[in-house]
C-alpha cells in the first residue's frame, strides 16, 4: 500500500503482496461523500476489503472536494488520474484490458461520467466495466418516488441529495427549495429529458415503501437503527443505571467521587425530532455533563412519533421529572438545585415541562432550564433563519416542518401548506405576532439571505388538523407573560446556521421582557445538532465542544 500522485491528483494504491499468476486486473475506486466529504482515511478498509478478496490493484483517488473546488474539479481530477493510470498500465502489473472504474454515491456519479468519456477515447484500453453503487447521477428530478418514498431515510435525505448537488456545482446551496420543487428546469428542456427521466420508466414494484414491502422493518425503524449510537465501555468516574420513573425508561448518571454537599440534578431531554433518538444516542453528552458538572444526570427516554403522537413526549417528559423531584432524597441531590435541560426537539420538551411545573406549588421550584437549539413554534417557518439556513444540514426549513406534523398528527399531510403560512387563521397570526414576529430579532442576524414573505391564504380546512400548534405544551415560545415571567433562570444556546436560530432568540426576548434573568450563548460557527455530534466516532468539532463546556460552565455557576 502507498500514497502517490497520478497527473498531480493524490492517490492511494493497493496492491495484493501474493505473487499473480498473470497481469492482475485493477479497479480504480472514487469515494463517495456528496463530493464534499470523503478520504483515503473514511475508504480505507472498503479499499482493502476489495483489493484482498479481489486480488485487485485498487486505485483509490483523492479528488478535490466541494464546495471549496467546485464542478468540474472532482470530476478532472479523477478522468486525470484514470488517464494517467492507464497510460502508465504496465509499472503496477495490470491487464490493460481488466481495468474497471467503480465508486459509491458521489462516487458513482463520478466513474460513470469518466467512463462515458473514455468511451470515446481511441488511444487508451477500453474499460472492461463500471461499477456504480447507489449512484447519483442526475439532478434534474428530485421528486422521483424514491425521493418521496425515502426523503425521510438516512443517511441521504432528499434535501441532503439536492444540497449536495448545488454545493458541488455552485459552491453554495441558494435556491435549493426551487430545485427540490422542480422549478430550475425550463419546460422544454424537461420534456427533452422526459424519455429518460420519468416515472414510468421505473418498474411497479418500486413505487410503494420499499422497506415495508420487502417486509424488512419500517422506514422509520431503520432510520432508528442508523442513528444508534455504540455501547460504552464503562466509565470509572460515574455509576450508571437504568431505570423507570413512573413508567417513562430513563437512566441516571451519578459521580462516583464523594461529594461535601448534595449534588444539582440535571434532567435531559434529548434531541431527535420526536422522531429519533435514544438514550444510546446521547450517552456520551449525558456522561460528558455528569462528569464534567459534578451532577446527577437524569436522561429521559421519552415515548416517540409517529407511533405515539402528542402529547406522548412531553407527558413522559412532564411526569418523569415529577417522579425525580418527589423522589429526590434517593439520589443525593439538592431539591433547590434541579435543571431541566434538553436539545432541539428535546429543547422543546425542555420548556413545555418547565412551564407547566411553575404552577405547582406541591414540588421544589426548578432552578433553571437550558435550551439548546430549542424549536419552539410552528407558525412561522419564514422567520428570517428559516430562509438564511434552508439548506444547511442538519435540519433543513423543510425537515423542520416535517418533524413538527409528524409528532401533532403521525403523518407529514399539509407540510406544504404549513412552510407557506396557510395554516394559521389571521386573527392567531395577529393575536401571536407579538411574540412570532422578525419585527423582535436583532437586525444584525437579518442581513444574510433574508427573502420578503410573500402573503399566503388561509386554508380553513388544514388549520383543523394542527390547531393544537397554538397549544403552549406543544409551542411554548406562545405562553403566556403570566406564565413566562414565572420561569426559572435561563440558558439558551443558539447556532448561526440553524433554522430553529430565530426560535431560540424569540424566547430570549420573551423571558428578558418578563424579567427572567437570560444566559445567552450564539455559536457564530455553529450548526444544528452540533452538540449530539460530541466526541461522534472520535470526532468533535471545535465549536461543539464550545458550546457543550458552556452549558458546563453555566451549570457550575448555579
Same mark, same amino acid.
Given at each position: 500500500?502507498?500514497?502517490?500522485? %497520478? $497527473?498531480?491528483?493524490?492517490?492511494?494504491?493497493?496492491?495484493?503482496?501474493?505473487?499473480?499468476?498473470?497481469?492482475?486486473?485493477?479497479?480504480?475506486?472514487?469515494?463517495?461523500?456528496?463530493?464534499? +466529504?470523503?478520504?483515503?482515511?473514511? +475508504?480505507?478498509?472498503?479499499?482493502?476489503?476489495?483489493?484482498?478478496?479481489?486480488?485487485?490493484?485498487?486505485?483509490?483517488?483523492?479528488?478535490? %472536494?466541494?464546495? =471549496?473546488?467546485?464542478?468540474?474539479?472532482?470530476?478532472?481530477?479523477? #478522468? /486525470?488520474?484514470?488517464?494517467?493510470?492507464?497510460? /502508465?498500465?504496465?509499472?503496477? $502489473?495490470?491487464?490493460?484490458?481488466?481495468?474497471? !472504474?467503480?465508486?459509491?454515491?458521489?462516487?458513482? *456519479?463520478?466513474?460513470?461520467?469518466?467512463?462515458?468519456?473514455?468511451?470515446?477515447? @481511441?488511444?487508451?484500453?477500453?474499460?472492461?466495466?463500471?461499477?456504480?453503487?447507489?449512484? $447519483?447521477?442526475?439532478?434534474?428530478?428530485?421528486?422521483?418516488?424514491?425521493?418521496?418514498? *425515502?426523503?425521510?431515510?438516512?443517511?441521504?435525505?432528499?434535501?441532503?441529495?439536492?444540497?449536495?448537488?448545488?454545493?458541488?456545482?455552485?459552491?453554495?446551496?441558494?435556491?435549493?427549495?426551487?430545485?427540490?420543487?422542480?422549478?430550475?428546469?425550463?419546460?422544454?428542456?424537461?420534456?427533452?429529458?422526459?424519455?429518460?427521466?420519468?416515472?414510468? *420508466?421505473?418498474?411497479?414494484?418500486?413505487?410503494?415503501?420499499?422497506?415495508?414491502?420487502?417486509?424488512?422493518?419500517?422506514?422509520?425503524?431503520?432510520?432508528?437503527?442508523?442513528?444508534?449510537?455504540?455501547?460504552?465501555?464503562?466509565?470509572?468516574?460515574?455509576?450508571?443505571?437504568?431505570?423507570?420513573?413512573?413508567?417513562?425508561?430513563?437512566?441516571?448518571?451519578?459521580?462516583?467521587?464523594?461529594?461535601?454537599?448534595?449534588?444539582?440534578?440535571?434532567?435531559?431531554?434529548?434531541?431527535?425530532?420526536?422522531?429519533?433518538?435514544?438514550?444510546?444516542? +446521547?450517552?456520551?453528552?449525558?456522561?460528558?455533563?455528569?462528569?464534567?458538572? =459534578?451532577?446527577?444526570?437524569?436522561?429521559?427516554?421519552?415515548?416517540?412519533?409517529?407511533?405515539?403522537? +402528542?402529547?406522548?413526549?412531553?407527558?413522559?417528559?412532564?411526569?418523569?421529572?415529577?417522579?425525580?423531584?418527589?423522589?429526590?432524597?434517593?439520589?443525593?441531590?439538592?431539591?433547590?438545585?434541579?435543571?431541566?435541560? $434538553?436539545?432541539?426537539?428535546?429543547? /422543546?420538551?425542555?420548556?413545555? !415541562?418547565?412551564?407547566?411545573?411553575?404552577?405547582?406549588?406541591? #414540588?421544589?421550584?426548578?432552578?433553571?432550564?437550558?435550551?439548546?437549539?430549542?424549536?419552539?413554534?410552528?407558525?412561522?417557518?419564514?422567520?428570517?433563519?428559516?430562509?438564511?439556513?434552508?439548506?444547511?444540514?442538519?435540519?433543513?426549513?423543510?425537515?423542520?416542518?416535517?418533524?413538527?406534523?409528524?409528532?401533532?398528527?403521525?403523518?407529514?399531510?399539509?407540510?406544504?401548506?404549513?412552510?407557506?403560512?396557510?395554516?394559521?387563521?389571521?386573527?392567531?397570526?395577529?393575536?401571536?405576532?407579538?411574540?412570532?414576529?422578525?419585527?423582535?430579532?436583532?437586525?444584525?442576524?437579518?442581513?444574510?439571505?433574508?427573502?420578503?414573505?410573500?402573503?399566503?391564504?388561509?386554508?380553513?380546512?388544514?388549520?383543523?388538523? !394542527?390547531?393544537?400548534?397554538?397549544?403552549? /405544551?406543544?409551542?411554548?415560545?406562545?405562553?403566556?407573560?403570566?406564565?413566562?415571567?414565572?420561569?426559572?433562570?435561563?440558558?439558551?444556546?443558539?447556532?448561526?446556521?440553524?433554522?430553529?436560530?430565530?426560535?431560540? %432568540?424569540?424566547?430570549?426576548?420573551?423571558?428578558?421582557?418578563?424579567?427572567?434573568?437570560?444566559?445567552?450563548?450564539?455559536?457564530?460557527?455553529?450548526?444544528?445538532?452540533?452538540?449530539?455530534?460530541?466526541?461522534?466516532?472520535?470526532?468533535?468539532?471545535?465549536?461543539?465542544?464550545?458550546?457543550?463546556? @458552556?452549558?458546563?460552565?453555566?451549570?457550575?455557576?448555579?
Amino acid at each position: 500500500m502507498e500514497d502517490a500522485e %497520478l $497527473g498531480r491528483v493524490p492517490v492511494r494504491l493497493y496492491r495484493p503482496r501474493a505473487p499473480p499468476a498473470g497481469p492482475r486486473a485493477a479497479a480504480i475506486f472514487l469515494h463517495g461523500g456528496g463530493w464534499v +466529504y470523503g478520504s483515503f482515511d473514511t +475508504y480505507e478498509d472498503i479499499c482493502r476489503y476489495i483489493a484482498r478478496k479481489s486480488e485487485s490493484v485498487v486505485v483509490s483517488v483523492g479528488y478535490h %472536494l466541494a464546495p =471549496e473546488h467546485k464542478y468540474p474539479a472532482a470530476y478532472e481530477d479523477c #478522468l /486525470n488520474a484514470t488517464i494517467h493510470f492507464m497510460k /502508465n498500465i504496465e509499472h503496477y $502489473g495490470v491487464d490493460p484490458a481488466n481495468v474497471i !472504474v467503480c465508486g459509491d454515491s458521489a462516487g458513482g *456519479n463520478l466513474a460513470a461520467a469518466v467512463c462515458q468519456t473514455l468511451a470515446g477515447r @481511441s488511444d487508451l484500453p477500453k474499460l472492461r466495466a463500471q461499477i456504480l453503487i447507489y449512484p $447519483g447521477l442526475q439532478a434534474l428530478d428530485f421528486n422521483l418516488p424514491s425521493y418521496q418514498q *425515502n426523503r425521510g431515510v438516512p443517511l441521504l435525505y432528499r434535501e441532503h441529495a439536492a444540497f449536495f448537488a448545488l454545493q458541488y456545482l455552485n459552491g453554495h446551496a441558494l435556491h435549493m427549495q426551487e430545485v427540490l420543487e422542480g422549478s430550475h428546469v425550463p419546460p422544454d428542456l424537461r420534456l427533452k429529458y422526459g424519455k429518460w427521466l420519468s416515472p414510468d *420508466n421505473i418498474p411497479k414494484k418500486f413505487k410503494g415503501r420499499i422497506l415495508e414491502k420487502t417486509g424488512l422493518c419500517s422506514q422509520i425503524t431503520f432510520g432508528r437503527y442508523v442513528r444508534q449510537g455504540r455501547k460504552l465501555r464503562v466509565d470509572p468516574k460515574l455509576f450508571i443505571q437504568d431505570l423507570q420513573f413512573n413508567k417513562v425508561p430513563v437512566r441516571v448518571y451519578q459521580p462516583k467521587a464523594a461529594s461535601d454537599g448534595q449534588r444539582r440534578g440535571i434532567i435531559f431531554f434529548h434531541g431527535g425530532g420526536w422522531m429519533f433518538g435514544s438514550l444510546d444516542t +446521547y450517552e456520551k453528552v449525558c456522561r460528558y455533563l455528569s462528569r464534567e458538572s =459534578e451532577s446527577v444526570v437524569v436522561s429521559v427516554q421519552y415515548r416517540l412519533a409517529p407511533e405515539h403522537k +402528542y402529547p406522548a413526549a412531553y407527558e413522559d417528559c412532564l411526569n418523569a421529572t415529577i417522579h425525580f423531584m418527589k423522589n429526590i432524597e434517593h439520589y443525593g441531590v439538592d431539591p433547590a438545585n434541579v435543571i431541566v435541560c $434538553g436539545d432541539s426537539a428535546g429543547g /422543546n420538551l425542555a420548556a413545555a !415541562v418547565c412551564q407547566t411545573l411553575t404552577g405547582r406549588s406541591d #414540588l421544589p421550584k426548578l432552578r433553571a432550564q437550558i435550551l439548546i437549539y430549542p424549536g419552539l413554534q410552528a407558525l412561522d417557518f419564514n422567520l428570517p433563519s428559516y430562509h438564511q439556513n434552508r439548506g444547511v444540514p442538519l435540519l433543513f426549513r423543510e425537515r423542520a416542518a416535517f418533524f413538527a406534523l409528524q409528532y401533532l398528527n403521525g403523518h407529514a399531510l399539509h407540510m406544504q401548506e404549513v412552510l407557506e403560512g396557510s395554516h394559521i387563521p389571521p386573527d392567531l397570526r395577529l393575536k401571536y405576532r407579538k411574540w412570532v414576529s422578525p419585527d423582535n430579532i436583532p437586525e444584525k442576524f437579518k442581513v444574510r439571505g433574508v427573502k420578503p414573505l410573500r402573503p399566503t391564504d388561509f386554508v380553513a380546512e388544514v388549520y383543523e388538523t !394542527v390547531k393544537r400548534f397554538c397549544e403552549p /405544551n406543544l409551542c411554548p415560545l406562545l405562553a403566556e407573560d403570566a406564565v413566562v415571567h414565572q420561569l426559572p433562570e435561563s440558558f439558551i444556546l443558539t447556532c448561526e446556521y440553524d433554522v430553529l436560530r430565530d426560535d431560540g %432568540l424569540l424566547y430570549k426576548k420573551r423571558l428578558e421582557d418578563n424579567g427572567v434573568p437570560v444566559t445567552w450563548y450564539h455559536l457564530e460557527d455553529g450548526f444544528h445538532g452540533i452538540i449530539s455530534l460530541y466526541d461522534y466516532c472520535g470526532f468533535s468539532f471545535p465549536s461543539g465542544k464550545r458550546g457543550l463546556d @458552556s452549558v458546563v460552565n453555566f451549570l457550575k455557576s448555579l
